[in-house]
């Protein structure tokens, strides 16, 4: 996968959409509203695994960087993948982060959306991730993955939900880059390793959508059980 270098984002406003807190601040999880809110919309078992995230982010916020992406990639990944439309009863649907901890499950899109945000919280500096659109050829489909730069020019690396390993782009041939966005910019792929500036992210109707659900009073209720 040869993926380019992108500009970065700032996203402490959706943290503190997510979490409420006031944007200087360091942010910290509200434990207890989100479990509240698990146990009240998904129930008991959506509880514990919110419990269990939370216990991951407390004790990985000193933990080395490499430490930081191997959790929550390890830990999102036990979550069932399924279509959006069995899920939610819609074609395409980007769940928040609490929601896809809820219904247990979710699209490629809800796996690096949930590893961005936890990522960004432990703080993972923002201008060193992507939520990065791929082509997948060996599954002849689209694919989103989080892409983590090192440094501005490294080869990033790629927390994904069908390669369970973390590894350089390089090493990811299956993978053809399309686009690129966060808080600030899109970024399309026109060639390999190019990366062509396309304007705001808030072209993207589905990630603007995504920010303004980002809380604990608009959960969603799946269609479908995965219990």
């Known amino acids: ?11 402490m406003l959706m943290l503190l959409l997510v979490f409420g807190l006031p944007a200087k601040s360091v ?37 080395a960087t490499a430490d930081k992406l191997a959790k929550i990639n390890s830990f999102f990944n036990q979550l069932q993948f399924i279509d959006d439309s069995k899920l939610w009863g819609v074609e395409n649907y980007w769940a928040t982060p609490i929601e896809f901890i809820g219904v247990n499950g979710g699209d490629c899109e809800d796996f690096a959306i949930a590893k961005y945000f936890s990522l960004l919280e432990l703080g993972i500096a923002d201008e060193k991730m992507r939520i990065t ?12 993955v989080v892409a ?37 910019q899109l970024w399309l792929n026109k060639e390999k390793g190019q990366g062509v500036l396309a ?19 608009n959960l969603k209720q799946a ?4 219990e």
């Not at 216990?55 to 933990?63: C, E, G, L, Q």
């Not at 730069?149 to 490294?154: K, N, R």
């Not at 304007?199 to 009073?217: A, E, I, T, V």
Request: hydrophobic share 40%.
């Open 148 to 184: 983590y730069y090192p440094t501005p020019g490294a080869v990033p690396l790629i927390l994904d939900n069908i390669d369970g390993e973390i590894k350089p782009a390089d090493q990811r041939n299956d993978l053809l880059p399309v686009y690129s966005f966060n808080g600030k």
């Open 27 to 63: 942010p910290k999880l509200n434990d207890q509203k989100i479990i509240a809110a698990l146990s009240e919309h998904y129930g008991q078992r959506a509880a514990l695994r919110g419990r269990a995230w939370l216990a991951i982010m407390a004790n990985s916020r000193d933990a």
């Open 223 to 226: 269609k479908l059980s995965l």
């Open 199 to 217: 304007g705001k992210s808030q072209r993207l109707k589905r990630w603007n959508n995504l920010n303004q659900r980002m809380g604990l009073s």
């Open 1 to 11: 996968m040869n993926v380019t270098r992108f500009v970065k984002l700032p996203v």
């Open 133 to 144: 659109m791929v082509k997948s050829l060996t599954l002849n489909q689209y694919h989103m």
